[in-house]
């Protein structure tokens, strides 16, 4: 049976209740950064197993979050960074780079890998939609699902930490 994994960015301090539906029937989680409070990773840590990386908007709480990963799950390597300017040339074996930043869902493969932006499924921002996206993962295979949350969704706003 394929692990399922949620690949989620830039939640500025919101987790909606339908991505927390979504990410509950997952096995891991991948977050692409600008998290902005610490409980967004500490809630996140309840469900399954969290990889996450430091977003421009990740302040003091979260200097200990690497700027970049790398990661293999079920035989698939991903790469993770926030922004998708601080790619390295080289990416070795990653099949999948995740990054997030943007806010504006993207998927494409470019020389056999995948590029991969779940969009924010966070506070809506610059009329984008509200997306993340999840991976069905096996012996090294993959398949990818963009979800697309409805904007009717408003979730809870976690307050700043200091």
Known sequence: MPARIAVLSD?????RPEVLRIVRTCD???????????EIPDELRTIAPLYVVCG????????????SLSVTLEGVTF???HNK???PPELDAAQIVVFGHSHKYFEQKLDGRLWLNPGSCGPRRFGQPITMAV???EQGRYQTVEIIIPPDETGRRRRKSK
């Open 11 to 15: 939640t500025h301090g919101l987790l």
């Open 28 to 38: 891991c989680i991948l977050h692409g950064g600008d998290i902005n409070q610490p």
């Open 56 to 67: 421009n908007n990740d302040k003091d709480w979260a200097e200990d979050l690497p700027q």
């Open 79 to 81: 790469f993770m960074v």
């Open 85 to 87: 300017k601080d790619v």
């Open 135 to 137: 991976i069905e993962a």
